[in-house]
């Protein structure tokens, strides 16, 4: 079994507690349904946001569902020219017997321009 890493992003309308964990639950949920995971082969789960999100740690909606023994961190984005504002951004570790091209990576929102590639792709 190999480990793959799973993207996601999406937007978050206000830098509110409630708006942050609740486009973190919609994306992770979205990416886990998208991909077939199984908590107990989630590794690991990193989140970030752009530094206009500090209201709440995203992470603590991962905890909310149920991910107590997953090991989480947050952090935030680097500060570039240009870059999405309000975005809220998910790398999961899996563990899995999916090749690298079968990872569905679920781009939500305002965050689908990041990578419009994957706009064919459910999510």
């Given at each position: 079994m190999l480990t793959r890493g799973v993207r996601g992003a999406t937007?978050?309308?206000s830098?509110?507690?409630e708006a942050i964990l609740e486009a973190t639950r919609e994306l992770l949920q979205a990416m886990v349904d998208e991909?077939?995971?199984s908590l107990e082969d989630v590794a690991s789960a990193f989140f970030t946001s752009s530094p206009d999100l500090n209201a709440e740690f995203p992470a603590l909606a991962a905890r909310d569902m149920g991910w107590t023994h997953v090991a989480l961190l947050c952090g935030h984005e680097m500060t570039?020219?240009?870059?999405?504002?309000m975005c809220l951004r998910i790398l999961l570790h899996v563990n899995t017997e999916k090749k690298a091209s079968d990872i569905v990576h679920v781009y939500l929102h305002g965050a689908r321009v990041l990578r419009p590639e994957f706009e064919s792709q459910p999510g």
């Open positions: 937007t978050v309308t830098n509110t507690r991909n077939g995971i570039v020219p240009g870059s999405l504002n």
